[in-house]
């Protein structure tokens, strides 16, 4: 239940709060007005060429992403410009009639058939050659189905009919290598005849009907199968169908007449679009974005929905404008008065940065566009389950703080790699390095990168390439001219811009639901939209145990091996100064996570009340810039897409900082015949350059990828990439025995290990990254033992007191 607010005691505080309260009514109702009552999305409608003369009751199929019709005259396929219609060969030759429906699976199209006229007793594969529709593997059925339907849930295929005694029956089968045959299924909890089959976003949806109208139903691993609301009309045969990554769309036919709508899938609303009346449909399949249908006449129909795009106005490029000069006068300054700047002035600011400023820095550099855009994108789809990683995550800060931080910056390092060269080996230094510039790189650089620029390039019409040039090309420039002073102070400018526009957005959304506030708050507490802990001993879940596990891995454990985060703690002035910025970012962790997932909960309640302000055919990724860019007021839409490039630019200069660092301390000063400082800093500002370029273009190669969730991918690969190393820290700092051949062979099993564990997905990809630690400790620790102990002196190396003394 939520906690009442407190009421204030005194007159005086209740009427400047009442007074606060007005002065925010008003400036929103200023700034913005009602979403329009319109939908986002538009329906664009087209004949095709009539059908030939012999295709009477036609059935209209998609093979291969092409329209294919077959009656008992023959087979046809439609020509690429929609003109002619063309004929089709079987091989092997045979009839047609018995072919009811096509579904995708597995990257090819399945084809539901049968004996008779309502019984279906196979699936067989079949593709497009030419004008030639080649027959392929067949897959028989337990038992022959009457009404039956298909659908598919990735590589998953599922049936569902009548058998021979009446009931219903649902089986499903694997297609991928050794998943077994045909298994029996749970059936939805309802009587009547099966419309319409269809998968969408880890859930299977039934529609039943019935003479009083059909009912949907919804099927999903957590929860079985629920009753989802009634589309209130009839849905009509072959018209379900999947839109995008959240969204049915479908003909219902009611009172009014036929039409298209659409369900959402995350927020369970209807939405009717704008189309022309349909009349008396046949054969309906999919085509494209939309549907394809046969008229009475033999004519041919399509309808297909078509998203928007929201440009920029002048006073948003303006606030854009504006900030991007202010990011780049930082830089400016830094560099004028740095303009001789020495490795520790380039690397880690002089070691003067303070630690309040240090510590927002943390907090800047920990959320990026991730934080902005994938992390509400989470909540809207989900809950708030992942924030439970940064409760936890806190008291993993407080150990760092304590135990880890004053280790390591008693060292005066620049690279903390430079730790595994005094406590192993420069061979461990190396390959631990060069595994981390690869992670930050491959997992972080890329992904936050390409995160904002797709966003706003598919909601404003900027194309991917200039968001991802604006974004990359201006951090660079200021990165190379500032160095680490410029990279924390435009991180302390970036936290404000982003939170603040975040802010505005929730208060935003509060204010625009008004009276219906309350209501549509209850419903998402009734939808467990702010469910935060599951404490279930499921690993293929995000569970608290889980997030525990992380933490102690991802955190106590891996902090040190982080240089972006440890690089800000080596910066500051002392050791106590070093902790004092890790307790600033665990202050600041909770309540800006609290504030975007919010986020996620607040974009979920306002979609479910203006579900036709969607936009279909956007990744659920996009959906809070969707919100800023259609909804919001101009000059606050261009403030927070600003504050979506702070959020990702703030990052993105600690990361090329980092990796720059990297290269120039541990393979510049290691292998140039005669480094000098001045040298290490100028390949460093060109290896900024040159990692910056590398990112953008490992952007550009991501964007032509449909990635359902870049949260989860970006978690994936850091655990499958960063693991190894970071067990590595681990031995050294907590184990006396543990020496470099043991070490270097529990980074290389550890990798391999979870790289096999990844190959057969049998756990959360939240699990990948303490698998790999965890394996690189044991088999690291094991393998030391073969080798004789460390001669060297460990003082300063551990956590154990006597070893420093």
């Not at 997992?443 to 604006?470: H, K």
């Amino acid at each position: 239940m939520p906690i009442p607010a407190a009421v204030p005691a005194s007159p005086l505080p209740r009427r400047l709060l009442r007074g606060l309260r007005l002065f925010a009514a008003a400036a929103l109702l200023a700034l913005g007005g009602t979403a329009a009552a319109e939908n986002l999305s538009t329906v664009a409608s087209e004949t095709l060429a009539p059908l030939p003369a012999e295709a009477v009751q036609p059935q209209l199929l998609a093979v291969d992403g092409r329209d294919v019709a077959l009656s008992a005259g023959g087979a046809w396929t439609l020509a690429s410009d929609g003109r002619t219609w063309r004929p089709l060969t079987l091989a092997p030759a045979g009839a047609t009639t018995d072919m009811r429906m096509a579904v995708n699976a597995g990257g090819r199209t399945w084809l539901l058939r049968g004996t008779s006229a309502d019984s279906s007793d196979r699936l067989q594969g079949a593709r497009l050659q030419g004008d030639t529709l080649v027959l392929e593997q067949t897959l028989a059925l337990p038992v022959a189905l009457g009404q039956a339907q298909a659908a598919a849930l990735g590589d998953v295929l599922y049936v569902a009919g009548t058998g021979a005694d009446g009931s219903m029956h649902l089986y499903r089968h694997a297609l991928a290598a050794g998943a077994g045959g045909w298994q029996p299924q749970p059936v939805w909890p309802a009587s009547g005849r099966l419309v319409a089959l269809q998968g969408q976003k880890g859930g299977l949806y039934a529609a039943i009907g019935d003479a009083t109208g059909d009912a949907l139903w919804r099927w999903t691993a957590d929860n079985g199968w629920q009753q989802a609301p009634a589309p209130e009309g009839h849905i009509l045969p072959g018209s379900l169908r999947a839109l995008g990554q959240a969204h049915l769309l479908m003909l219902v036919r009611d009172a009014q007449g036929t039409g298209l709508r659409t369900f959402h899938t995350i927020t369970s609303a209807w939405a009717t679009l704008g189309t022309p009346a349909v009349q008396a449909p046949q054969g309906i399949a999919a085509r494209g974005n939309g549907l394809v249908w046969a008229g009475a006449d033999g004519a041919v129909h399509y309808a297909e929905v078509q998203g928007g795009k929201h440009l920029l106005g002048w006073l948003d490029w303006g606030v854009i404008v504006l900030y991007l000069a202010g990011m780049i006068g930082i830089g400016v300054y830094f560099y004028l008065k740095d303009q001789t700047s020495s490795e520790s002035e380039f690397f880690v600011g002089g070691r003067s940065i303070p630690f309040w400023a240090a510590g927002i820095s943390l907090y800047a550099t920990n959320t990026s566009s991730i934080s902005f855009i994938a992390i509400p994108a989470k909540a809207y789809e989900t809950n708030w389950q992942y924030l439970t990683n940064n409760l936890v995550a806190v008291l993993g800060l407080m150990f760092v703080a304590v135990w880890i931080v004053p280790l390591l910056r008693r060292l005066d390092l620049m690279s903390v790699f430079s730790y595994l060269e005094t406590r192993f080996h420069p061979a461990i230094r190396m390959l631990a390095s060069a595994l981390a510039i690869a992670m930050q790189v491959g997992s972080r650089l890329s992904v936050i990168l390409f995160l904002p620029a797709l966003a706003i390039a598919t909601i404003t019409g900027i194309d991917v390439v200039w968001s991802i040039l604006i974004m990359g090309v201006f951090t660079i420039i200021y990165t190379v001219m500032g160095g680490m002073r410029a990279v924390v102070w435009t991180d302390f400018v970036q936290v404000f811009v982003k939170m603040g526009g975040a802010i505005f957005a929730i208060g935003f959304i509060v204010w625009t639901l008004g009276a219906d506030f309350d209501g549509i708050r209850e419903a998402a507490m009734a939808e467990h939209k702010t469910r935060l802990l599951d404490f279930s001993f499921d690993l293929t879940k995000a569970t608290v145990w889980g997030f525990i596990f992380l933490v102690v891995f991802d955190v106590v454990l891996t902090f040190p091996k982080d240089q972006v985060l440890m690089q800000r703690t080596l910066a500051t002035k002392s050791d106590k100064e070093a902790g004092r910025s890790i307790w600033i970012f665990a202050a600041i962790m909770i309540p800006g996570g609290f504030i975007f997932y919010s986020i996620g909960t607040a974009l979920w309640m306002y979609y479910k009340h203006n579900p036709g302000r969607l936009d279909p055919l956007l990744p659920i990724d996009a959906t809070f810039p969707l919100f800023i860019a259609a909804e919001l007021p101009p000059g606050v839409t261009g403030l927070i897409i600003a504050g979506i490039f702070a959020a990702a630019m703030s990052t993105l200069s600690s990361i090329i900082n980092s990796v720059a660092t990297l290269l120039s301390v541990d393979f510049y000063d290691k292998l140039a015949k005669n480094p000098t400082e001045r040298g290490s800093v100028r390949f460093a500002e060109i290896m900024t350059v040159v990692v910056g370029l590398a990112g953008m273009g490992l952007a550009l190669v991501l964007s032509r990828y449909d990635i359902h969730s870049l949260f989860d991918v970006s978690i994936e690969l850091a655990g499958l990439l960063g693991g190894g190393f970071a067990g590595a820290y681990t031995l050294g700092m907590f184990t006396r025995r543990a020496n470099s051949p043991g070490v270097a062979i529990g980074i290389a099993g550890s990798i391999a290990l979870t790289l096999l564990a990844w190959s057969f997905d049998l756990v959360h990809p939240y699990f990948y990254l303490g698998i790999s630690i965890l394996l690189c400790i044991v088999i690291g620790y094991l393998a030391s033992l073969c080798f004789p102990a460390p001669a060297r002196s460990l003082k300063g190396l551990t956590i154990y007191r006597q070893d420093a003394t």
